[in-house]
């Protein structure tokens, strides 16, 4: 059963359904997708136009067709991203690789040279 709002703006009527409107349950994961438009029909190319998702492990650009095409397999169960082709097949092996922990890595490493380059004097 479908629940009605009602409201009445002076002799103007609106009616919303509560039940179309968005939620996080209703949330696509392809919500914030980028665009890719590539133009080459001047130079005897193609027009090309594709959404556009990040691979959460190494942040290079996928097409959604190109993903979309390999049935949509490529996600990491464990941060539940997209993943590219090369970082799928290393998945499979070595697991879950997110790309912020490894930069989190990085400079937590980088920090610790610094201080220890401060104590010694270096």
């Known amino acids: ?15 919303v359904s ?4 968005p939620s996080a349950a209703q949330a696509s ?14 130079s005897g190319g193609k027009l090309e136009e594709s959404d556009v998702l990040g691979c959460k492990h190494c942040q290079a650009g996928i ?8 049935a949509g397999y490529a996600r990491c169960s464990g941060c539940d991203g997209f993943l590219c082709d090369r970082c799928y097949d290393k998945y499979k092996i070595e697991g879950c690789q997110v790309f912020a922990r490894f930069v989190d890595r990085q400079l937590t490493e980088n920090h610790r040279r610094e201080q220890n380059a401060k104590v010694l004097g270096i």
Do not use: C, Q
């Not at 509560?18 to 409107?21: H, I």
């Not at 994961?29 to 001047?42: K, T």
């Open 63 to 70: 097409k959604k067709s190109h993903w979309m095409r390999n």
């Open 18 to 21: 509560l039940l179309a409107l």
């Open 29 to 42: 994961p392809f919500n914030g997708a980028g665009y890719y438009y590539n133009d080459d029909r001047a």
């Open 1 to 15: 059963m479908k629940r009605l709002a009602v409201s009445i703006l002076g002799t103007l009527v609106v009616l």
